[in-house]
């Protein structure tokens, strides 16, 4: 697994860990995602290339703009209301994608490092590993 710095708060599994649901989780530092994105894409760019769609649930996170531009390239976000609630669907530009968890932001500190490393680690729904690390899903 590796971390990402303070200031981004994303642990992608290691590519030699077990099989699970997710490929690792992000907590965001708040619930507005079309502003946090950015900072995602950001450090996922080396692993998977350009970013060009995210799919999210909008029923957890509301309805986001269809695009954004991040460095100058146009990022679509897509809602699906089947997508697991606390999860993003990331795809690059050669089709490599990551499947993340997402912490609620007003997680405390132990509850989001513990669900971060359950991301990495365990397998079910978004809502059972979030409520089994303590995390409420409650907007």
């Known amino acids: 697994m590796t971390e990402q710095p303070k200031s981004l708060r994303l642990m992608i599994k290691a590519d030699t860990a077990l099989p699970s ?3 690792g989780g992000w907590w965001p530092r708040s619930a507005a995602l079309a502003t946090e994105l950015p900072i995602l894409i950001g450090a ?3 692993r ?3 970013v060009r769609r995210i799919g999210y649930n909008p029923d957890t996170w509301g309805l986001l703009p269809r695009h954004i531009t991040v460095d100058g390239h146009a990022i679509r976000l897509e809602g699906f209301t089947g997508l697991d609630p606390y999860s993003l669907r990331i795809t690059g530009m050669t089709s490599k994608g990551l499947f993340l968890l997402v912490v609620p932001p ?3 500190e132990h509850t989001g490092r513990t669900a971060l490393t ?3 680690t365990q397998n079910g729904l978004s809502r059972h590993i979030l409520a089994a690390c ?3 899903t409650q907007h």
């Open 106 to 108: 007003e997680a405390d």
């Open 21 to 23: 649901r997710f490929d």
């Open 44 to 46: 996922l760019t080396p």
């Open 118 to 120: 359950a991301a990495c």
């Open 48 to 50: 998977l290339g350009m």
């Open 134 to 136: 303590g995390a409420s």
